[in-house]
């Protein structure tokens, strides 16, 4: 066997491709969050969606709206809308069409949006604790895995 023919080899082995270690490593993360978010009655796509909206209240954009969410979770409108419905019917936020433009749908946190904020930070320092995460690698590795996306998204 060439050294060509190793090298094209050993670039197929699954253990090789990053996609499949950010794919493993995504859903084991999402399972970790589980026990958390099952206490929160959350999902993770909905926490998702929570967290911008908490980020939203400290720096609301110009227009809190499900295209600026969509834009900032990287989803479309169509994956969107049944998570908002859940997380209205819930008592989260509220959504709100525009006077202006009845295509535009405004998102606001409830008082229980905004509280259940606080049920969050100590949930996730726990979690943090039980897995040993170091802090520091956690930020480099966040960074590194944040430059990969915007490579990726320049090519769209």
């Not at 936020?93 to 606080?118: K, N, P, Y």
Request: glycine share 4%; net charge neutral; aromatic share 6%.
């Amino acid at each position: 066997m060439s050294q060509a023919s190793f090298a094209s080899d050993a670039a197929l082995h699954l253990d090789n491709q990053l996609c499949f270690k950010l794919y493993a490593a995504s859903r084991a993360v999402i399972r970790a969050y589980k026990p958390m978010l099952d206490q929160l009655h959350l999902t993770y796509p909905q926490y998702l969606v929570m967290l911008v909206l908490w980020e939203w209240q400290s720096a609301p954009p110009a227009q809190p709206t499900v295209k600026a969410l969509g834009e900032r979770l990287l989803l479309d409108s169509g994956t969107l809308t049944p998570l908002l419905k859940r997380l209205q019917q819930m008592g989260l936020l509220q959504r709100q069409r525009s006077l202006m433009d009845e295509r535009e749908v405004h998102l606001a946190l409830t008082v229980a949006g905004s509280a259940l904020r606080e049920q969050v930070l100590p949930l996730k320092n726990q979690l943090l604790c039980e897995h040993a995460v170091d802090l520091d690698e956690l930020a480099e590795l966040r960074g590194h895995v944040g430059q990969l996306l915007e490579r990726f998204m320049a090519l769209r």
